[in-house]
Nanobody, 124 residues
Framework: QVQLVESGGGLVQAGGSLRLSCAAS????????MGWFRQAPGKEREFVAA????????YYAVSVKGRFTTSRDNTKNTVYLQMNTLKHEDTAVYYC?????????????????WGQGTQVTVSS
């Protein structure tokens, strides 16, 4: 069992930056791939970024590539999402998720554990 808690969301102006953190419980954090998803009102949950269990491999949605960076610190059981040059359309609730097996996946149904989400609002 893995419990995930996101933090770092908030209100920021367009062009600004935020860093989200996702702290995980459990001693097997390093065996999980970690993903970030977001969901805006009235829209489906969409993939944002993911990192493999080691952090050596990452993958990004086209809409955020070059602006967002995900990383992890397995000694702290924490994964991060650095978001730069934020746009109004990045406004959403952001979720982190853990996937057994360690490999990157893009579909939300491929993840086993989810955090409660943190709101990111970008004012235009």
């Amino acid at each position: 069992q893995v419990q995930l808690v996101e933090s770092g969301g908030g209100l920021v102006q367009a062009g600004g930056s935020l860093r989200l953190s996702c702290a995980a419980s459990g001693r097997t954090f390093s065996s999980y791939a970690m993903g970030w998803f977001r969901q805006a009102p009235g829209k489906e949950r969409e993939f944002v970024a993911a990192t493999s269990w080691s952090g050596d491999n990452t993958y990004y949605a086209v809409s955020v590539k070059g602006r967002f960076t995900t990383s992890r610190d397995n000694t702290k059981n924490t994964v991060y999402l650095q978001m730069n040059t934020l746009k109004h359309e990045d406004t959403a609730v952001y979720y982190c998720a853990a996937r057994r097996g360690g490999g990157i996946a893009l579909g939300p149904y491929e993840y086993d554990y989810w955090g409660q989400g943190t709101q990111v609002t970008v004012s235009s």
